[in-house]
Structures are given as C-alpha cells and as structure tokens.
C-alpha cells in the first residue's frame, strides 16, 4: 500500500451546483490560481438541470431563464476561467485544519490540503420518513423533487391521481408539470394557513390549472398495499394538530411530498463548524466566514434560499473572500450577533463585523401586513423601510452598511406595525 | 369585473389590481413597474405562458432534453402542445439553443432546447 499524496489547492470548493460554480468563478477572478470543485454527481448544475421550468436569473442574470441555461451560464465560465472540475466525486472528511479526504473510484482516495474551503453541498428534502404519517408502505409516495428527477431525467411518470402534501416550490412546480404530463393533481394540501411556496408559483402553477390549494389540511394516513390506493385529509387547529372530526378519504395512487429543505451539514459537523439551530446551516459572518477560520459556506448548505440569484450572489462573496483568504489569512477579531425581533425566525449572515455592506436576509415566522422593517445601532434608528406585507416564504434583504457595524455595541432588526410607529410620532 | 393578480413576470411578485369590461381593461393599479401593467393586460385579454418541457433524445447521454418555447404560447394550448411532443424523437448530439421543432401552438413559436445533450459513446 502507498502513502496517499497530499496536494495543494488555493480554493477547494465543495459541491458543483450553483452556489459551487459562482464561489469558484468569484474566487478564480479574485487571484486564486488554483480552484477546483468537488462534484458528488456526474455533471455540474446541480439540481438546476432538472428544474427545466423558467424564471432563473431575472435578478442577477436580468435574464428570463430555465435551470439548465442558467447552469449553462456558470458552467461556460467555469470551463474559461480553467477551474479544475472533479465530478463523480465524494469529499468524505473535512479537518478544521483545511485537509479534505476525497473518494472516486478511479483514483480512489485523494488528500487535498487547501488554503480556504467553500462548502457548497446544498439541502436535502425533508421525507415522508420524516413527517408522522401511520399507514402502510406503498409504492407511490415519493418526495417532489425525485418525482422531478424522475419525470424531466429519467423519462419515467410517477403516477396518475396525485396528492401533493406541503406547498413549498418544487411540489408547486410539479403540481403544473404532472399535469401538463397528462396526469391528474386533485390537490395540494398545506398544513399552515398560507401557502409555502412563492406567491408566483401559486399562481401559474395552481390557479392557471385549477388545481385546488387546500390550507390549514395535512394528510394523516395512507393506505394500499402494493400501490397507494389511497390518502386521509385532515383538518389542522391552530397549533398543526390534526382535528378527529372533518376527516376524508381522497383515491389516489401518487403522494408527494414537499414539506421543505434541510441544509446538508454532516461535513460541515466534521470540520467543527457551528451550526445555527433555526437555519440547520453554518453561522456566518458577511464574507460567508464560518466559525472555522478558511471555511466559507455559500446557497443552500447555509440556509434555503427562495430563488437561485440570491444563492449565487452570496456565493461570489464567498468565493472571493476565500481567494483572499489562501493567499493572506487574517485574524478575526470585532464580532457582533445580530438581535432579532420575535417576528423574525433567523437571519443570515448572523454575524457582522463591519468589513464590508451587505445584505442580511431575514424570514418572518408568520405574515405580517403594513410594517416598517428597521435596523437599530445601540439605541440609535439607522434605518428603516416600509413594506405592505411580509411572508414566511418570501425571504426579506436587509441592507447594511460597513460603518453602521463598527464600534457598535449591539445591532438589533425590529419589525414594527405602521400604525404603531405613527402613533410614536405624535 | 375586478381581478386581484400576482404578476409573475419576476419574483417580486406584485399584486396588481386590474378593473375591466368585455376583456378591456378600465384601471390597473398595485404594479411597481411597467411590466406589471403589460402582464394584467394580457392576462385578462389572453394568458400568455413560457412552455417549459421535455422531448425524448435518441443516442445521447440522457434520455431527455430541457426545451422551452422560443416565445409565450397560449394558456390554453400548453397541454395540446406537450402532448403533441410526446410522439418526438430527436437525435444526440443536441446543443443548448437548437431549434427542435418549429410552429408549435399554432401561433409560429419553436421549441428550443435549454441543455446540450452529448451523442453516448459506443463501448469499444
């Protein structure tokens, strides 16, 4: 047996979807000379080449594209930037030391030492497993994006009368295109009192097909044998809890599941990296710094991210902070946690330490209409703006700028009722 | 006749009142760019769509390729138009923006492919 040979890499770049390719492009365009990413798969893109609808890159690209054009996009400048590209690849371990394990079966295993990491490994969907449905275990309950993978890859149809459970994006997605496939959606069924996806995945993808969206229901049983026969809707209280009454069987043989996404952190875990219990993702600071010095973390794998623009332009700041970190690591000193009012479930970045603006993304935990959103330096208002309605869904960015961080003591974002901040002013 | 509408032309999503008669519009309001007002327009005259779907390859890598329409077809001819698509075959090798099929839906828009599709390599 030979000793594995360790070789050197400026930015070693896990994960080649989105976030990835941006992360390596940005850090190959800010001086890094060797960057290479590490793909589990066969091909770069991600989940982006089975996302075949539009829609990608209207706010980064100004570009009205589909998954696979806007991989393409990155891929094109991944291949002329000459980023090294390692596919069919698994990074296996991480060191907080920057030394990466890797495993292909053609070179078997592969020691790379790194002057910074980007991970970039994404989310995962949360299972049928996962959520408390008694029953048995038929054939035809599948999460939505396998059903994607199935249907816009593989060429294999999932099923003819479908129930749809959770209205996160892709089963709103899916909803359109099995029905565009020929099959029947009867609905789409969300446990809380609004939708779960995106107001514009509603509608083009439910209202222009009839598809009925049926809220504050969950799905409590299956049943079939072989092949699901069929599902039981129930009504969900205030808290989520299934109701005894208002109960209903709906024939079927297809379920989905898209009831959300959870970063993918088990390497991140390895390298020590803190993780933030709200977002399921690394803590990061506004250069997507982890609290491990030389791993930066980027798009989903930090927290789920509501379009794949947003992803990738975090992603290229964290790229670039990766390429100037290999060729001069700096210490870290002056950290502040952002304080969040109780409306806001997270944020991120969590942690702000002046070095550059930037832009904090919060998520609300129920809608709220005709508020101000605000930042607060020590007891001083920076700044505030107005907005008509806020959803869980619908991630909110919060500018901030460099100055208003440094030598601040603490730095709070408040939501407040419009009419409550009127009634200060008189 | 009165309808709340989500413009879904990015994801802003705004939410645009249109007021209208016989399919004429009257007031638009709500919108916070042009695009808005054109998107209610069309929505109450003709619903326009992207079509995203997928044609069978022969020989390629993957049995699928991504396409879409080459401009918004009709609403109501996107089922017609994928169902149609079903029965088309087209040869690997294919290049992202290869025109596979030509005057879909009636209305003179083409299917144009949105991944490549690299021709399988025969096992020697």
């Given at each position: 047996?030979t000793?594995?040979?360790?070789?050197?890499?400026?930015?070693?770049?896990?994960g080649?979807g989105?976030?990835?390719?941006?992360a390596a492009?940005?850090?190959?365009?800010?001086?890094?000379?060797?960057?290479?990413?590490?793909?589990r798969g066969?091909y770069l893109?991600?989940i982006?080449?089975?996302?075949?609808?539009n829609?990608?890159?209207?706010?980064?690209?100004?570009?009205?594209?589909?998954?696979p054009e806007?991989?393409?996009?990155?891929?094109?400048?991944v291949?002329?930037?000459?980023?090294t590209?390692?596919?069919n690849?698994?990074?296996?371990?991480?060191?907080?030391?920057?030394?990466v394990?890797?495993?292909n079966?053609?070179?078997?295993?592969?020691r790379?030492?790194a002057?910074?990491?980007v991970?970039?490994?994404?989310?995962?969907?949360?299972?049928a497993?996962?959520?408390?449905?008694?029953?048995?275990?038929?054939?035809?309950i599948?999460?939505a994006?396998?059903?994607?993978?199935?249907i816009?890859?593989?060429?294999?149809?999932?099923g003819?009368?479908?129930v749809?459970l959770?209205s996160?994006?892709?089963g709103?997605i899916?909803?359109?295109?099995?029905?565009?496939?020929?099959?029947?959606v009867?609905?789409v069924?969300?446990?809380?009192?609004?939708?779960?996806?995106l107001l514009?995945?509603?509608?083009?993808?439910?209202?222009?097909?009839?598809i009925?969206?049926?809220l504050s229901?969950?799905?409590?049983?299956?049943?079939?044998?072989?092949?699901l026969?069929s599902?039981?809707l129930?009504?969900?209280?205030?808290?989520?809890?299934p109701?005894k009454?208002r109960r209903k069987k709906?024939k079927?043989?297809t379920l989905l599941?898209?009831?959300g996404?959870?970063?993918?952190?088990?390497?991140s875990?390895?390298?020590?990296?803190?993780?933030?219990?709200?977002?399921g993702?690394?803590i990061?600071?506004?250069e997507?710094?982890?609290?491990?010095?030389?791993?930066?973390a980027?798009?989903?794998v930090v927290?789920v991210h509501?379009?794949v623009?947003?992803?990738?332009m975090?992603?290229e700041?964290?790229g670039?902070?990766?390429?100037?970190?290999?060729?001069?690591?700096?210490h870290?000193?002056?950290?502040?946690?952002?304080?969040l009012?109780?409306?806001?479930s997270?944020?991120?970045?969590?942690i702000?330490?002046?070095?550059?603006?930037?832009?904090?993304?919060?998520?609300?935990?129920?809608?709220i209409?005709?508020?101000?959103?605000?930042v607060?330096r020590?007891?001083?208002l920076?700044?505030?703006?107005?907005?008509?309605i806020?959803?869980?869904?619908?991630?909110l960015?919060?500018?901030?700028k460099a100055?208003a961080?440094e030598?601040?003591?603490?730095l709070?974002?408040?939501?407040?009722?419009?009419s409550?901040?009127?009634?200060?002013?008189? | 006749?009165?309808r709340?509408?989500?413009?879904?032309?990015?994801?802003l999503?705004?939410?645009?009142?249109?007021?209208?008669?016989?399919?004429?519009?009257?007031?638009?309001?709500?919108n916070r760019?042009?695009k808005g007002e054109a998107?209610?327009?069309?929505?109450?005259?003709?619903?326009r769509?992207i079509?995203t779907?997928?044609?069978?390859?022969?020989?390629?890598i993957?049995p699928?390729?991504?396409?879409r329409?080459?401009?918004p077809?009709?609403?109501d001819?996107?089922r017609?138009v994928?169902?149609?698509l079903?029965?088309?075959f087209?040869?690997?090798p294919?290049?992202i923006g290869?025109?596979?099929?030509?005057?879909v839906?009636?209305?003179?828009s083409?299917?144009v492919a949105?991944?490549?599709?690299?021709?399988?390599k025969?096992k020697?």
């Open positions: 047996m000793a594995i040979k360790t070789e050197h890499i400026d930015v070693l770049v896990i080649g989105p976030a990835g390719m941006a492009i940005a850090a190959r365009l800010a001086g890094a000379r060797h960057v290479a990413i590490v793909e066969g893109g991600g982006l080449n089975q996302c075949i609808h829609g990608f890159g209207l706010e980064l690209l100004k570009k009205d594209l589909t998954g806007y991989a393409q996009h990155y891929i094109d400048q291949k002329r930037l000459k980023i590209v390692m596919l690849t698994m990074a296996i371990d991480i060191t907080k030391d920057r030394e394990t890797l495993s079966s053609k070179d078997g295993l592969i790379i030492k002057g910074a990491i991970l970039a490994m994404g989310c995962r969907e949360r299972t497993g996962m959520l408390s449905i008694s029953g048995t275990r038929p054939a035809g599948y999460t994006g396998v059903a994607q993978t199935l816009n890859l593989k060429n294999l149809m999932v003819k009368r479908v749809i959770g996160g994006d892709i709103l899916m909803a359109r295109r099995l029905t565009l496939e020929g099959a029947k009867i609905s069924v969300e446990k809380s009192p609004y939708p779960g996806g514009r995945n509603v509608t083009q993808c439910l209202e222009d097909f009839d009925p969206l049926i229901h969950t799905i409590i049983e299956v049943e079939g044998r072989d092949r026969e599902v039981t129930a009504r969900v209280d205030r808290h989520g809890n109701l009454s709906i079927c043989d599941i898209s009831a996404l959870i970063p993918e952190n088990e390497l875990k390895k390298a020590g990296v803190r993780i933030d219990k709200k977002t993702g690394p990061v600071d506004e997507y710094h982890t609290s491990v010095p030389g791993i930066f980027c798009g989903n927290s509501d379009i623009d947003w992803a990738s975090d992603a700041i964290a670039a902070s990766a390429s100037l970190y290999s060729s001069k690591p700096w870290r000193h002056h950290a502040l946690e952002i304080e009012d109780n409306e806001i997270y944020c991120v970045p969590q702000l330490r002046g070095s550059r603006d930037t832009e904090v993304s919060i998520r609300v935990k129920r809608p209409e005709k508020v101000f959103v605000g607060r020590d007891t001083m920076s700044r505030s703006a107005y907005h008509e806020l959803i869980p869904s619908e991630a960015r919060v500018p901030i100055g961080v030598g601040a003591e603490n709070s974002i408040f939501i407040e009722k419009s409550s901040i009127k009634r200060e002013h008189k | 006749m009165k709340d509408l989500i413009c879904t032309i990015c994801p999503g705004c939410k645009v009142m249109a007021t209208y008669a016989h399919k004429k519009a009257t007031a638009i309001c709500g760019c042009p998107y209610a327009l069309s929505e109450i005259r003709n619903p769509r079509l779907t997928t044609i069978k390859v022969e020989g390629g993957f699928l390729v991504s396409v329409t080459n401009r077809i009709s609403r001819s996107m017609r994928v169902k149609n079903h029965n088309t087209v040869k690997a294919i290049e290869d025109r596979l099929a030509h005057g839906s009636g209305s003179g083409d299917i949105t991944r490549s599709i690299p021709k399988k025969a020697p």
